[in-house]
């Protein structure tokens, strides 16, 4: 079941992001995308403290083929949220 709802939170990131790209191509004819990229990332700013990470640590999502992880790795703690088996951060 886990699995599941980590899939659904990382497709339910990438609608929100192309959401947000529909809107924008459709409300300005000179723009030139990119809003997606964004858009995920203030996705992962926002969930990463939630589950052990720095906001800042959404950057890693921009490394090629590491970034494909580290949003699996996000969902999949935000999926398992209620039984936490990691350390908490200390600020």
């Known amino acids: ?11 339910g990131v990438y609608a ?6 529909i809107v924008m191509t459709s409300s300005s004819p ?3 995308g990119g809003i ?16 052990g990470y720095r906001w800042f ?3 890693f999502a921009l490394i090629p083929f590491y970034g494909i ?3 699996f790795r996000i969902a999949y ?4 949220l209620p039984n936490v088996d990691w350390s ?4």
């Not at 703690?77 to 398992?80: E, G, L, Q, S």
């Not at 908490?88 to 600020?91: D, K, Q, S, T, Y």
């Open 1 to 11: 079941m886990r699995t599941f709802k980590t899939l659904g939170i990382v497709v």
């Open 16 to 21: 929100i992001a192309m959401f947000a790209e």
């Open 30 to 32: 000179s723009y030139e």
């Open 36 to 51: 997606s990229v964004v858009v995920i990332l203030a996705c992962l700013g926002f969930l990463a403290p939630k589950v």
């Open 57 to 59: 640590d959404c950057f």
């Open 69 to 71: 992880i580290f949003i």
């Open 77 to 80: 703690r935000i999926a398992n």
């Open 88 to 91: 908490a951060r200390v600020n």
